[in-house]
Nanobody, 116 residues
Framework: QVRLVESGGGLVEPGESLRLSCIAS????????MGWYRQTPGLGREFVAT???????NYANSVKGRFIISLENDGNTVILQMNRLKSEDAGVYSC??????????WGPGTLVTVSS
């Protein structure tokens, strides 16, 4: 069992940055990929980025070049550095962890608001 807890959401203006963190606890040694999804009113649940424990990262086209995903703390923490934020980036950002055996864990989410 893996528990995920996100932090770092908040209110920013367009063009500003935010850094989201997600800490995995429980039995994180089974995790091979961690990532971020967001829930927005217009698009529903949307893929943002993932990263494997080997460091291979993938990004949605809408965030490529602005967001950076990384791992810290021996892979137990996934970071999403969000730069040059746009209004359409607003939403609830949830952390995910894919474990050996095919199970995916989800965090409760953290709210990101981008507004002037």
């Amino acid at each position: 069992q893996v528990r995920l807890v996100e932090s770092g959401g908040g209110l920013v203006e367009p063009g500003e940055s935010l850094r989201l963190s997600c800490i995995a606890s429980g039995n994180p040694i089974d995790i091979h990929t961690m990532g971020w999804y967001r829930q927005t009113p217009g698009l529903g649940r949307e893929f943002v980025a993932t990263i494997t424990t080997g460091g291979n990262a993938n990004y949605a086209n809408s965030v490529k070049g602005r967001f950076i995903i990384s791992l810290e703390n021996d892979g137990n923490t996934v970071i999403l550095q969000m730069n040059r934020l746009k209004s359409e980036d607003a939403g609830v950002y949830s952390c995910t962890a894919d474990a050996i055996g095919g199970r995916t864990y989800w965090g409760p989410g953290t709210l990101v608001t981008v507004s002037s």
